[in-house]
């Protein structure tokens, strides 16, 4: 005998409601409600109904719809999170929302927390509508349709992943006043008249039947403020996701804007603005047309290089500056680049314990970095680390050669190969010429021994320990070092000299 019971199809959060109420009156667990079938269009169907043998005339069926007693009262935040859920497109969403409240009425509280596997997926569901709906408002691009063709003003063409236009809809009235105005979506379409909010099926089929006269002076407009010497492909593919651009009047023209970009436009700036302009050509290279500027006297005001735009602040070097050693590393990372200190994250932890084996106390030394600005990638909501390339070496180079001269070291220590590059001026250096092999460079001595972030990277234990022993018999070098005459060394001019 089939004990399923079947509130009928669902189509919005107050149907379901009313249909939980009836059903949790009647006592019927989960597993035998059936809440619809995919039929005639409808988007949302239940779990098939529970089947079981017939039991002396029926008397589970009798059991299970027998009235129990009346439903507890759920909190208004589980409420709102239920209202939220029913907004999340999956074919199971009527059942599953049913099986939390099911579960909460039987004293599982726990459902609600993120901890639970019910519990877990809600949040889920309530975050992802919640981000459909911020997307929705910030993506969502009214066209304006010409007087004569009457009401509405304004429509919009919006793609959404999930049931948010209703919610939409009434952010847009608040925001737009009595001007009318369409939203369109494959599913469904509202319209607002300036007083009241319509609900509708769907009136459109892309948004290639939208046509808006202003389109092409706004287009104008974005391709002025485009400026090729700051775009960023990347960070505009991960700002915004590629779902929208298809729907963005500004989407048909980026790609070409930024391919110029990429093909010179963002070296030669807006040049072809500059020749149009009356007055004599005069013959002369982009590079020695640039004005002589002053050189930055603060590490907070370097440009030098596109470092600064991506980086939280310039993070200069810290310790003694009558050290008679000097360490340079490569850039900060991401914890560095948030407390502006150097060595603070993994990798200064790492070479605190590489002092600490080599018996040497961190703040009597003096530690840097060759590059001042942090370099990253994104990767989700993530920061990075990138290496820095040769052009970021050599414009930092001016801050380094200003650390050189007021701490005047003894000792040079060049963890990694980017310090190295730096230090000796030199684009291509192997790291592994010059590890455990001193050498004089500008009256001091340079020792070079591995970074601590590679040491973290090795992922095999035995390269890993050597690794570190490289480190700590490089810093007890440099500290023999120190009890050497400063005489000229015969190899200078061959391996570290300039």
């Avoid at 009425?105 to 459902?111: A, F, K, N, S, Y």
């Avoid at 809600?122 to 066209?143: C, N, P, Q, S, T």
């Avoid at 070079?448 to 590679?454: E, N, Q, V």
């Amino acid at each position: 005998m089939n004990t399923a019971a079947t509130p009928g199809a669902v189509h919005d959060f107050a149907e379901w409601r009313e249909a939980a109420r009836a059903l949790l009156k009647a006592g019927v667990p989960p597993e035998a409600a059936n809440w619809g079938t995919l039929d005639g269009g409808d988007l949302f169907w239940g779990a098939p109904a529970a089947t079981a043998p017939a039991d002396n005339g029926g008397s589970r069926l009798q059991e299970a719809q027998s009235p129990g007693p009346p439903a507890a009262r759920v909190p208004r935040s589980l409420l709102e999170m239920l209202r939220r859920a029913a907004c999340f497109r999956a074919p199971d969403r009527w059942a599953f929302l049913y099986r939390v409240l099911w579960r909460w009425t039987r004293g599982e509280h726990d459902v609600q927390s993120p901890a639970d596997p019910d519990g877990s997926r809600l949040h889920g569901m309530v975050k992802a509508v919640r981000r459909e709906e911020h997307d929705m408002h910030a993506y969502i691009r009214f066209r304006e349709r010409p007087p004569e063709a009457g009401d509405p003003r304004f429509v919009a063409w919006f793609e959404p992943r999930h049931d948010v236009l209703p919610q939409v809809a009434e952010h847009f009235v608040a925001r737009m006043g009595k001007i009318s105005w369409m939203i369109a979506t494959p599913e469904a379409s509202v319209l607002w008249d300036g007083h009241t909010l319509h609900n509708t099926g769907p009136l459109m089929s892309s948004a290639a039947d939208l046509d808006d006269a202003g389109e092409a002076l706004w287009l104008t407009y974005y391709r002025s403020i485009f400026n090729p010497a700051r775009v960023n492909a990347q960070l505009m593919q991960s700002h915004i996701p590629s779902r929208f651009w298809k729907n963005l009047p500004e989407g048909a023209i980026v790609p070409s804007l930024v391919s110029q970009a990429e093909l010179g436009a963002r070296k030669i700036g807006q040049v072809e603005a500059v020749g149009r302009k009356g007055g004599a050509t005069i013959p002369i290279s982009a590079e020695a047309a640039q004005p002589d500027r002053e050189q930055p006297s603060k590490l907070d005001e370097c440009r030098r290089c596109e470092l600064w735009q991506y980086a939280t602040q310039a993070v200069g070097g810290e310790g003694s500056k009558r050290s008679p050693i000097m360490i340079v590393g490569e850039q900060p990372g991401d914890q560095e680049d948030l407390a502006g200190k150097p060595f603070v994250g993994p990798a200064g932890k790492l070479l605190d314990q590489v002092f600490a084996q080599a018996e040497l106390d961190r703040k009597a030394i003096y530690l840097t970095n060759a590059v001042k600005h942090f370099k990253w990638e994104p990767r989700g909501k993530r920061r990075l680390h990138k290496t820095p390339v040769q052009r970021e070496i050599e414009a930092c180079h001016y801050w380094l050669e200003k650390e050189l001269a007021a701490v005047r070291p003894k000792v040079i220590v060049a963890m990694g190969a980017t310090a190295l590059k730096s230090v000796m001026r030199k684009g291509t250096v192997a790291l592994k010429d010059f590890l455990g092999k001193p050498v004089r460079i500008d009256g001091a001595w340079l020792v070079t021994i591995y970074h601590p972030s590679y040491v973290l990277r090795v992922p095999d234990e035995a390269a890993k320990h050597e690794a570190f022993s490289v480190m700590v018999k490089g810093l007890r070098l440099a500290h023999e070092l120190l009890a050497r005459p400063d005489m000229p060394d015969p190899d200078e001019d061959a391996q570290g000299g300039r």
